[in-house]
């Protein structure tokens, strides 16, 4: 996603009102690399705009994936996770804390053999990695180190 002020330019150019909810959202996600859930988004633009609902929320980030404008990301075991990096990258969760982080690797080589589509055409596919972020690591090897003494 470019900055707020550019989305709101483009959807005004495609007849989309830019109420004031819809542009503290886009705020919220203007360069967010922990790729919130609706949840996190919310909390924070209610420091900004306290009466602005979840429904609302879920409806703008819901459209934003529409329009392609944000990508939604169906983690293992999560709820829904937004991306305002729509180019080709992958992903890395902590198993632990839950962070994701980007992996800029473009796996375009990957391709899933005729035998295995059972007739399905693929569009477009997702690379996830799963472990453990440096920091939960280092707190379960400590963890480890407490336990053996």
Do not use: W
């Amino acid at each position: 996603m470019e900055s707020a002020r550019a989305l709101c330019d483009r959807l005004r150019e495609r007849g989309y009102a830019i109420t004031p909810q819809r542009r503290t959202i886009f705020e919220a996600l203007e360069g967010a690399t922990h790729h919130p859930s609706a949840e996190q988004v919310h909390e924070d633009v209610r420091r900004r705009l306290p009466d602005v609902s979840l429904a609302t929320v879920y409806k703008t980030l819901k459209e934003l994936v529409s329009m392609g404008e944000i990508a939604e990301l169906s983690l293992h075991g999560d709820r829904s996770r937004y991306d305002p990096r729509v180019d080709v990258h992958s992903h890395l969760k902590c198993d632990i804390c839950e962070r994701v982080v980007d992996v800029d690797l473009d796996f375009a080589e990957l391709v899933l053999p005729a035998r295995c589509r059972a007739g399905f055409v693929v569009d477009r596919h997702e690379v996830v990695f799963y472990g453990r972020c440096p920091e939960c690591l280092r707190a379960e090897n400590a963890r480890k180190r407490t336990l053996a003494r």
